[in-house]
């Protein structure tokens, strides 16, 4: 962590202590193998890895992962280069940090002032995973860098979805281009464009439908409001961004790669990991073949301040954490 992000931590009310708090119910599920390495610096025997290896599966990392992390971590034991479980714990931690480091990469918004505004993006996924939730808090995060946000209510499907963004727009202040629950979303999202280009927006936030009658017809309402941005922005969108809920585990890499084969996902939002035991997903998401996406932010609380860049350094170490009162704050 650098030296800027523990200043914001300090002024954040301690960013890191919420992030350890909201992945508390993953690290309680992990307690059983991985609480076992760190209460002191016990010899391994066979327990201590069997307990691991179903902790880590509990917690959804994946067996691909966990036989990848077995693998390489009981030769080492054998061998006593791991000769205690203190050993075995930064062993795990180091091995943890590595399979997601490919995920560790920031939202880059484009810098050169001469480019073409607004930098559009898209937000899809399905039903109840938090995507408004995220657009808003990240629109507030967006001024706070300061750039202009616009919203756009794409998703005129979902009941209360047009009210609640346009609800986040009065909160930050930001416009919000919307039409009444119903309405052709490309022609929400084309209007949206245009004015976000009249006015030098330089980013456009567009939420999108969750769900249809079924997985082909939103496939097909993705594509199609694509295809409408495109007539005024051949470039855009810009990033698309696949809002997941950590709660929902494996099912998450279904998720996955139905969207990217229907709309060319660029990169990754996991929220709800504080009400999720399941947080290891993140790391069956890193193993995947077929698709390699960065987890831009993880969602684990609330607060505007609860989304955070995905470090993945940072997750590790707070997966890993003992348990301790200031998980109760």
């Given at each position: 962590?650098?030296?800027?992000?523990?200043?914001?931590?300090?002024?954040?009310?301690?960013?890191?202590?919420?992030?350890?708090?909201?992945?508390?119910?993953?690290?309680?599920?992990?307690?059983?193998?991985?609480?076992?390495?760190?209460l002191?610096?016990?010899?391994?025997?066979?327990?201590?890895?069997?307990?691991?290896?179903?902790?880590?599966?509990?917690?959804?990392?994946?067996?691909?992962?966990?036989?990848?992390?077995?693998?390489?971590?009981?030769?080492?034991?054998?061998?006593?280069?791991?000769?205690?479980?203190?050993?075995?714990?930064?062993?795990?931690?180091?091995l943890?940090?590595?399979?997601?480091?490919p995920?560790?990469?920031?939202?880059?918004?484009e810098?050169?002032?001469?480019?073409?505004?607004?930098?559009?993006?898209?937000?899809?996924?399905?039903?109840?995973v938090?995507?408004?939730?995220?657009?808003?808090?990240?629109?507030?995060?967006?001024q706070?860098?300061?750039?202009?946000?616009?919203?756009?209510?794409?998703?005129?499907?979902?009941?209360?979805a047009?009210?609640?963004?346009?609800?986040?727009g009065?909160r930050?202040?930001?416009?919000v281009?919307?039409?009444?629950?119903?309405?052709?979303?490309?022609?929400?999202?084309f209007?949206?464009?245009?004015?976000?280009q009249?006015r030098?927006?330089?980013?456009?936030?567009v939420?999108?439908?969750?769900?249809?009658?079924?997985?082909?017809?939103?496939?097909?309402?993705?594509?199609?409001?694509?295809?409408?941005?495109?007539?005024?922005?051949?470039?855009a969108?810009?990033?698309?961004?696949?809002?997941?809920?950590g709660?929902?585990?494996?099912?998450?890499?279904?998720?996955?790669?139905?969207?990217?084969?229907?709309?060319?996902?660029?990169?990754?939002?996991?929220?709800k990991?504080?009400?999720?035991?399941?947080?290891?997903?993140?790391?069956?998401?890193?193993?995947?073949?077929?698709?390699?996406?960065?987890?831009?932010?993880?969602?684990?609380?609330?607060?505007?301040?609860?989304?955070?860049?995905?470090?993945?350094?940072?997750?590790?170490?707070?997966?890993?954490?003992?348990?301790?009162?200031?998980?109760e704050?």
């Amino acid at each position: 962590m650098s030296d800027g992000e523990e200043d914001n931590s300090q002024k954040g009310g301690g960013l890191w202590k919420r992030l350890r708090s909201g992945l508390k119910k993953t690290r309680s599920q992990l307690a059983t193998g991985v609480g076992n390495l760190i209460l002191g610096e016990r010899e391994i025997d066979e327990t201590v890895l069997e307990d691991l290896e179903t902790a880590l599966l509990l917690t959804d990392v994946g067996v691909d992962t966990t036989t990848a992390i077995m693998e390489d971590l009981a030769p080492r034991v054998e061998r006593r280069e791991l000769n205690n479980t203190r050993a075995l714990h930064g062993a795990l931690a180091t091995l943890l940090s590595a399979k997601l480091q490919p995920l560790q990469q920031p939202l880059r918004l484009e810098q050169d002032p001469a480019a073409d505004k607004p930098h559009i993006i898209f937000f899809v996924g399905v039903n109840g995973v938090g995507k408004t939730t995220t657009i808003g808090k990240l629109a507030k995060q967006l001024q706070q860098e300061k750039k202009s946000v616009m919203l756009a209510a794409g998703d005129t499907f979902r009941a209360a979805a047009v009210e609640q963004l346009q609800a986040w727009g009065e909160r930050n202040d930001v416009p919000v281009v919307a039409q009444p629950q119903g309405s052709d979303s490309a022609s929400v999202v084309f209007d949206a464009v245009q004015s976000a280009q009249a006015r030098g927006v330089d980013v456009l936030l567009v939420d999108t439908a969750g769900r249809l009658q079924d997985k082909t017809q939103l496939m097909d309402e993705l594509k199609k409001v694509h295809r409408v941005v495109q007539r005024l922005d051949n470039t855009a969108p810009h990033e698309v961004i696949l809002v997941l809920d950590g709660g929902v585990g494996q099912n998450a890499l279904s998720q996955v790669r139905l969207f990217h084969e229907a709309v060319a996902v660029s990169g990754l939002v996991i929220t709800k990991l504080d009400g999720s035991a399941k947080a290891g997903v993140l790391f069956a998401i890193a193993a995947l073949p077929e698709v390699k996406l960065p987890v831009h932010y993880i969602g684990v609380g609330e607060a505007i301040d609860d989304l955070r860049r995905f470090s993945a350094d940072d997750f590790v170490e707070a997966l890993l954490a003992p348990n301790d009162s200031a998980d109760e704050e």
